[in-house]
């Protein structure tokens, strides 16, 4: 692990160019040196009332030009997608930690480890159809372009069959391009802001190695000094306060180096691989999700110390006979979805899915202003989730749910110690909002809702009805803080 500021990993020894890593770790080094005639002191109440919480009305209360509002217009433009997603929340940290000065807010770290997760982009071998796919396990950040060009031409493809003017390649990068200015233009005051600035302008470039190693910092930053540090300010010697600028040349201000090379290996990757390896179905939900469901099973399992499932196809005639509603299924070598049910509920019905959304989100939320409820408000957790490609991820992290029960610590023998631990759950003694109606049916699928809810925020940094600690069974979180620890 490569050495940083206070001994915080600026990013991992799998970094492919070593001059390059030494050349960001000297660079934040240079930006720990402080200016000459300043002096550097903690801000007061007034300062922060002032100075910090003007940083969160400049990104999102000044206008159309706000980095709030560009954000909004890009994903009016383009669609969704992952870069519709991360500049969302990756553009939100500053945000988070200044408008509610001078008190603290965090409230960042489903964001930041979101966003981590989503660039640790990997290639391990997945079979569909028959078809297989290797590639390099290597976690590489410059995949997600390739990712970025996916999301456009699907959506490009969306939008001209609704009659409607597509976006461009052309037009996306030009507000997206706009987004990262809008950003540059806030005031920030220290180092620890100053990250979290720099974050959606790296964003902006597609400088993707440079976004995960700031997150990197900010998920590593030590608590205990992390509000000291993020509240301080640099006055100069008339006692004016400075706005925090890196060392002039200092490589940590710059973008990562050869990231025109970097950008087109992107472009190669999605025309070589991501292209010509979609799954080979009539639904195109499941098509374009491919690699990010891909993704996320390796997160997953290399998390959890799981095998992958050996295969990615469609339910058999027999499984959709047996369950005539069913989304995805897990058997013990093979993650199936069933593409005529996703077909019928995702594929063509997005108001719908939003509306669902809207609806079950409000029944939670007049359930815990005090309403009663004497059942679940919802079938599964996926219900919760606002666009049809969240939806699906939760019922694929559902499905690897049962994958974790089936083989912790015990790959492909009959009884896992994870299945041992939980046969004697009883999930009704768990309050109706933080269960589905699936998961009242038995303790496997009481666990793999907790567990679809719980990876929906660690790795695609979503909680709609709030974070886990507070919504999800306490004997589930302590489950997964045993698995995470490996004291289980």
């Known amino acids: 692990m490569s050495k940083c500021i206070k ?45 910090f919480r003007d940083i969160a009305i400049k990104q999102r209360g ?71 796919l290797k590639t390099d396990t290597t976690p590489d950040p410059r995949r997600a372009y390739a990712d970025f060009l996916r999301n456009l031409e699907s959506n490009i493809k969306a939008i001209k069959k609704e009659g409607l003017t597509p976006p461009t390649l052309k037009g996306a990068k030009k507000i997206i391009k706009e987004y990262g ?16 600035r720099e974050v959606p302008i790296a964003l902006s470039k597609f400088d993707y190695i440079k976004v995960k190693a ?27 306060v400075l706005q925090y600028k890196p060392p002039k040349g200092s490589t940590i201000s710059k973008d990562t180096p050869n ?32 690699p990010t469901i891909n993704q996320a099973m390796s997160q997953v399992t290399r998390e959890m110390g799981l095998p992958l499932p050996k295969e990615v196809g469609n339910t058999t005639a027999e499984q959709r006979k047996k369950d005539p509603g069913i989304y995805a299924s897990m058997s013990k070598d093979k993650l199936s979805f069933d593409v005529p049910n996703i077909n019928i509920k995702y594929g063509n019905e997005l108001k719908k899915t939003l509306a669902l959304a809207e609806h079950n989100t409000n029944k939670i939320n007049r359930y815990l202003a005090g309403e009663k409820m004497t059942k679940p408000g919802y079938n599964l957790f996926a219900g919760l989730y606002s666009t049809k490609e969240l939806q699906i991820l939760a019922h694929l992290y559902h499905e ?23 046969k004697d759950i009883k999930p009704e003694q768990d309050a109706p909002k933080t269960r589905s109606t699936r998961a009242s049916k038995n303790a496997d699928e009481w666990f793999a809702e907790n567990f679809s809810y719980w990876a929906m925020n660690k790795y695609q940094g979503e909680s709609p009805i709030g974070p886990p600690r507070t919504v999800l069974d306490a004997r589930f979180m302590q489950l997964i803080r045993q698995i995470l620890d490996k004291s289980l």
């Open 181 to 196: 200015e809008a950003h540059a233009e806030l005031p920030v005051y220290n180092k620890v802001q100053w990250i979290m």
């Open 7 to 51: 001994g915080i990993p600026f990013y991992n020894d799998k970094v492919k160019d070593a001059a390059q890593q030494f050349a960001i770790n000297k660079g934040l080094d240079e930006a720990d040196k402080p200016f000459n005639k300043t002096t550097t002191v903690q801000a007061t109440t007034p300062d922060k009332s002032e100075l």
């Open 259 to 290: 990231l025109a090379e970097n950008i087109r290996y992107g472009e190669e990757y999605y025309r070589k691989i991501i292209k010509p390896t979609r799954i080979k179905s009539e639904e195109p939900v499941i098509k374009q999700l491919m």
């Open 62 to 132: 000044t206008g159309p030009n706000d980095p709030e509002h560009i954000m909004l217009k890009y994903q009016q433009y383009a669609g969704g997608g992952s870069m519709s997603h991360q500049m969302e929340h990756l553009g939100d940290l500053l945000w988070r930690t200044t408008h509610a000065m001078p008190a603290r807010h965090y409230g960042i770290d489903s964001k930041i480890n979101g966003g981590i997760s989503w660039l640790n982009i990997t290639g391990p071998e997945f079979h569909v159809g028959g078809e297989i």
């Open 214 to 240: 700031l997150l990197e910092i900010l998920r590593d930053y030590p608590r205990d000094t992390f509000w000291k540090d993020f509240e301080s300010i640099t006055t100069d010697k008339k006692g004016r």
């Open 400 to 422: 690897m749910g049962h994958h974790l029960v089936n083989y912790y610590k015990n790959p492909y023998k009959k009884v896992s110690t994870l299945k041992k631990i939980i």
